[in-house]
C-alpha cells in the first residue's frame, strides 16, 4: 500500500510540474475597477463588488462574489445573509482540486439560520488562479480581507490547511474592525509529532528545493492532465472517506482541477510552502480565542499533539467525530453541527 501511495505521489508531481510548463499561456485576469450590482445578498455599503470571470460553475445555489485583493487580483467567495446574527465564515482546506464544494454540507445546515460565508482561497474555485507566488501571507491577507469585508466579528470554522490560515489571521490584531471571534478546527493541519529543531529549521529550504524541481518544465508529458483526471482525485478522496466517497465532491473536484492556472497554487502545496513549518508553536498555542478542534482519523496527518494542545491551552478543546477520516462534515454532519452549536452556545 505504501509503494502504491508513493508512485502515485509521483505521479501526480509528474502532472503538477508538467502543466506548469504547459500552462504558460494561462495569464492573470485583469480586474475591472467599477462595481458591479448584484441583487440578492445585501452587504456592507464599504464592499467594492466585482463581476466573477470565472467559468467554474457553482459549488451549490447561493449568491457569488469577489472581492480585489492588492497585489493578486480577484477573490472568489459565497454568501447568504438572509437570517440575522453573527456571521459564520467557512474556510475550505488547500489540496489540488480545494473548492467552497468542501463546505456545501456546513454551508446548507446554517443558511437561513446565520449568515454565512464560504472564502475560496486565491488560486482555488472560482477566484483567480495566476502564475504568481502563492504564500501562507497571501492567503491570511485574503482571510483578513474577507472579515474586514463582512465587517462584524465572525466565527470561523476552517477545514485541513485552512486552519493554519485561520490561526495566522486570528492573531493578527486589528487596531479597530472586526474580528475572529472563535474558531472551530477540523481536522488540522500541524498537530502531528513534533519534529527535531534542525528540521524546522531545514523544512522551509527543502521546500524552496521541491519547488524548484517542480516547477522545472521538462518533465515528462506523458503524465500530463494525471492531476485532473477523477481516477487520480478518487485515489486521494478515498483517504479522506471512511465509506464511499461523495460523488457530487468527486465531480466537482475534477472540475476545479481542469481550470485554466489550476496547476500553480496546487505546485506550492506539494511542495510544502503553503504550510508552517512548526504549526504547533508558532500558531496554536499562541491562539486565545476560544477554539475547538474536531477530529477523529485522517489519511493525510495525524494530531499526536492534540491532548498536548488542550492540556496546555484553557481556550482550546476537543471533540472525537467518528468514525471519519478527514472529512467529518459529509459523513457524521450531525455529530459536526452538534459540536459546533455546544461550542457556540458556551461563547460569552
Known amino acids: 500500500m505504501k509503494k502504491r501511495t508513493v508512485a502515485l505521489s509521483l505521479l501526480v508531481i509528474g502532472a503538477l510540474a508538467l502543466a506548469v510548463a504547459q500552462a504558460q499561456v494561462v495569464q492573470a485576469q485583469s480586474v475591472q475597477t467599477q462595481p458591479a450590482s448584484p441583487t440578492g445578498v445585501q452587504l456592507p455599503a464599504s464592499q467594492t463588488m466585482l463581476p466573477s470571470t470565472s467559468t467554474l460553475a457553482a459549488a451549490f445555489s447561493a449568491d457569488r462574489y469577489t472581492f480585489n485583493l492588492i497585489g493578486f487580483g480577484r477573490v472568489g467567495y459565497y454568501a447568504d445573509t438572509s437570517a440575522p446574527g453573527r456571521p459564520l465564515l467557512l474556510l475550505v482546506s488547500v489540496n489540488a482540486a480545494a473548492s467552497a464544494y468542501e463546505m456545501r454540507p456546513l454551508f446548507e445546515v446554517y443558511r437561513g439560520r446565520r449568515p454565512v460565508y464560504v472564502l475560496e482561497w486565491p488560486g482555488f474555485g472560482g477566484s483567480d488562479r495566476p502564475n504568481v507566488r502563492y504564500t501562507p501571507e497571501l492567503m491570511t491577507g485574503a482571510l483578513l480581507k ?7 466579528d465572525v466565527d470561523v470554522v476552517a477545514l485541513s490547511l485552512g486552519s493554519e490560515f485561520a490561526a495566522r489571521a486570528a492573531l493578527t490584531v486589528p487596531q479597530d474592525g472586526p474580528r475572529i471571534r472563535s474558531l472551530a478546527l477540523i481536522s488540522p493541519t500541524g498537530l502531528s509529532e513534533a519534529k527535531p529543531p534542525e528540521a524546522v529549521t531545514a523544512e522551509p529550504q527543502n521546500s524552496e528545493r521541491l519547488y524548484g524541481i517542480l516547477s ?6 506523458v503524465f500530463y492532465g494525471l492531476l485532473t483526471t477523477p481516477q487520480v482525485i478518487d485515489l486521494f478522496l478515498r483517504r479522506s472517506f471512511e465509506g464511499p466517497v461523495d460523488p457530487g465532491l468527486l465531480a466537482y473536484s475534477t472540475l476545479s482541477a481542469r481550470q485554466p492556472g489550476a496547476v500553480y497554487a496546487p505546485l506550492f502545496f506539494v511542495a510544502g510552502l503553503l504550510r508552517s513549518p512548526d504549526a504547533y508553536a508558532e500558531l496554536y498555542t499562541k491562539l486565545t480565542q476560544p477554539t475547538l478542534v474536531l477530529s477523529d482519523r485522517d489519511g493525510y496527518v495525524n494530531f499526536t499533539r492534540l491532548p498536548e494542545l488542550v492540556q496546555a491551552k484553557t481556550n482550546v478543546s476537543a ?8 472529512l467529518p462534515q459529509f459523513e457524521q454532519l450531525a455529530q459536526v453541527t452538534a459540536a459546533l452549536d455546544a461550542f457556540w452556545a458556551g461563547l460569552k
Open 319 to 326: 471533540v472525537k467525530v467518528a468514525p471519519t477520516r478527514g
Open 146 to 152: 474577507m472579515v474586514d469585508i463582512i465587517g462584524q
Open 216 to 221: 522545472f518544465p521538462p518533465l515528462a508529458s
